[in-house]
Structures are given as C-alpha cells and as structure tokens.
C-alpha cells in the first residue's frame, strides 16, 4: 500500500488526515499534567526558597553572636591583663617612693648604702610577692635551662662545669624563666 493508497483509504473511511489539530486538543491530559508538576514544583521551590532564607538567617545571627562573643572574650582578656600589670605596678610603688627620698637625702656613703641595701630588699620582697625569685647560680653546676654561659674559666679551684661567676642574674616567673642568668662556667679539664 502506498502512501496515497493509505491517505485515500483513510479519507474513504472519514478521517481527514490533513487537517491540523488545535493545539491541545490531543494533548490535554499532557497539558493538565505540566500545570499540576509546575504548580507542585513552584509549591516546593517556595518551600525550598523560604527554608533557604530561614538558614541564611539563622546563619547570620549566629555568626554575628560568634562575632560579639570574640569581642567580649578579646575585651575581658586585655581588662585582666591590665588589672594584673596595675596590680604589679602598685606592689613597686614603695620602692620607688623609697628611691627618690634616698635621692633626696644628703648623707654620707655608709648611709646611702644602707639606704640602697634597704631598698634593694623591699625591690626583692615586692618580686617575691608576685612570684618572681632570683636563680641562684654561683658555685651550682652549670644549667643550661637557666645559665647562659658567656665565658669558660681555666681554673682547678671548683669542678669542671661548675659556675665560678655571675655577671646578670636570672630570674623566674613561679616555673617559667623569665631571664637566663649570665655566667662564666670552670673548665678544668685542660690542666
């Protein structure tokens, strides 16, 4: 059967294969199918949308409170910090109002050195008072965690390794050196 022979049959039986169909006229099942997807998928990409814009905010003001709490915590830091130091600061005051009325005297040497010597003392007691304590070094064996060794001494009047001077004295912060002490170490073994 060709393709006329068909159209003809076709004709003969009363369709009219030519004519053009109104646009949905076969498809209107197809047509209502879309609508209810589109209205389904608008419906969700609202909910989607909202859901998004209810995260993005949540994230914000949690990145803000994050924000405000580094502060706080910044702030709060550098207020203890300089409360400590004025507490420092105040436990030193007395020796230096005893400086200057040791500067304002006029005696002789043997008095401005007992005066030094007194103030020397309460320098130490206000360091102590803040845990700050002097390594003891002479005549103790060298350490290097404590001791910065400036100069090896020949000598056979102490041990080998064994500090003989101490040119700066240290100091330590409760466990924690705050300043190596400066010493010269005996080294005996080359004689």
């Given at each position: ?6 159209k ?71 207020e ?7 507490d ?30 007194l103030?020397?003392?309460?320098l ?25 060794a ?10 080998d ?24 170490v ?6």
């Open positions: 059967m060709s393709k006329v022979n068909g003809s049959e076709a004709k003969n039986a009363g369709l009219d294969l030519d004519r053009e169909l109104p646009a949905g006229d076969g498809d209107e099942a197809t047509t209502e199918a879309r609508g209810a997807e589109s209205s389904v998928t608008e419906s969700e990409i609202q909910k989607l949308k909202a859901e998004r814009d209810s995260l993005l905010d949540r994230l914000a003001r949690a990145q803000a409170e994050f924000e405000n709490a580094r502060r706080r915590a910044s702030k709060e830091q550098q203890f910090r300089d409360y400590a130091v004025a420092a600061i105040k436990s030193l005051l007395p020796v230096l109002d005893s400086l200057e009325r040791a500067l304002q005297v006029k005696s002789d040497e043997a008095e401005l050195r007992s005066g030094v010597e103030i020397y003392k309460q130490l007691a206000a360091l102590a008072k803040l845990s700050v304590h002097p390594i003891v070094s002479k005549g103790e064996a060298f350490d290097p965690r404590y001791h910065e400036i100069e090896m001494v020949e000598t056979r009047e102490a041990p390794h064994q500090v003989v001077e101490e040119l700066q004295r240290g100091y330590k912060f409760k466990d924690r050196l705050l300043r190596p002490a400066m010493v010269k005996a080294s005996n073994h080359g004689k």
